[in-house]
């Protein structure tokens, strides 16, 4: 009777057990959910706030296009306007019967002024109708050199994360005709580094995954058809047996010496054999040294596909000492078979891929110094 009341506490605790493991996972999806929300956060806000700036920028614009064309109607109102008393005062030198008398050289000298003054009006309209055309192109090359550097960005993450080389070097191109078109006169440099990032990327060996992966499955196939010294053996075996068969019967028509150099070259050739005896293996058991040696090349070709270099060339290097133990390589096939994996085993998967980093930051600094 008193271990009841105990029984209540230990339930609560394994429903507070159970409620806390319950928990645990929904609070997992919320972290997961907030991560992938900070990184598509960052993502995107380079993007919205060069969107901003560019905004920024049209706001900008317009307004002094306003401005100017304020500019412009007053001037071409003044110009109207001195104009007409042009042309008043030329009707008022014309009229010989105007009441009001003129001196010529008062009327000569405001004439002389106000042809200046027309003059002066003429030239400033004529500057304020050529500088909207020099305004408007002025976003245009801040645009074409934001485009640039997005596009050399965008060839350095394809390098990085795709190792797409052709897709980085058409990105790469799109950036050096943008600066092109943006008819900057400081965009010579970077167009420099531009080209010579670009030659030295093209010059980088890509490895053709499709045809190393084709070539192994060569080697496998021919290395079928290899001999190994089991084999080796069973025909060596067989070969002498009938050596010394036909050895009996020379001894027993040939004579004692003839028997005696026989014995002592087929002792000879024996030795030869016995040097190395791990080798000879048991018949039957080449099946399984050519199933492993099929394996090692399957490694190395799911090492091709996955761009693992470690496993690709420990896979080609076991194959290789696979064959020189087992294998007998003194034969042409042998030979072939055995410089084709050295061959492949020192070829790179991964070779270092150059980035457009030097460009890309005389860019930046280039948009940020606003020349």
Do not use: C, H
Request: proline residues 3%; aromatic residues 6%; glycine residues 4%.
């Amino acid at each position: 009777m008193a271990e009841q009341p105990d029984t209540p506490k230990i339930l609560n605790e394994i429903s507070k057990s159970n409620s806390a493991r319950t928990k645990t996972p929904a609070s997992r999806k919320q972290q997961n959910v907030r991560r992938r929300f900070i990184i598509m956060v960052m993502f995107f806000l380079p993007v919205l706030s060069g969107i901003v700036f560019l905004a920024y920028q049209q706001v900008q614009l317009r307004k002094e296009l306003l401005a100017f064309q304020q500019e412009g109607q007053n001037l071409t109102q003044a110009l109207a306007a001195q104009e007409a008393r042009m042309q008043q005062l030329q009707q008022q030198l014309a009229d010989p019967l105007q009441l009001v008398p003129i001196e010529n050289g008062s009327a000569q000298q405001r004439e002389a002024d106000l042809n200046q003054e027309l003059l002066a009006i003429r030239q400033q309209l004529t500057e304020l109708q050529n500088r909207p055309a020099v305004v408007e192109t002025e976003p245009d090359l801040q645009w074409k050199l934001l485009e640039a550097e997005y596009l050399l960005g965008l060839a350095s993450k394809k390098l990085q994360l795709e190792r797409d080389r052709v897709s980085a070097l058409a990105l790469m191109q799109l950036a050096d005709s943008a600066l092109l078109e943006s008819g900057n006169v400081n965009v010579f440099a970077i167009r420099q580094v531009i080209s010579r990032e670009s030659a030295q990327l093209q010059a980088v060996q890509i490895t053709d995954q499709g045809g190393l992966y084709l070539r192994i499955g060569n080697v496998a196939m021919r290395a079928q058809s290899i001999s190994l010294f089991s084999s080796m053996r069973e025909n060596f075996e067989n070969r002498r047996n009938t050596e010394l068969a036909s050895e009996e019967i020379g001894a027993a028509e040939g004579g004692f010496v003839s028997a005696t150099l026989s014995f002592l070259r087929s002792v000879f050739v024996w030795r030869e054999w016995e040097r190395i005896p791990e080798a000879m293996l048991a018949s039957g058991q080449d099946v399984y040294i050519k199933q492993n040696l099929q394996l090692m090349l399957e490694q190395a070709r799911v090492a091709v596909v996955s761009r693992d270099q470690t496993l690709y060339r420990t896979s080609l290097t076991n194959a290789g000492n696979w064959l020189q133990r087992y294998a007998v390589i003194d034969t042409e096939i042998g030979q072939t078979i055995l410089a084709e994996i050295s061959d492949l085993a020192g070829i790179d998967l991964n070779p270092s891929l150059p980035l457009p980093n030097e460009s890309l930051s005389l860019l930046k600094g280039l948009i940020v110094s606003g020349q």
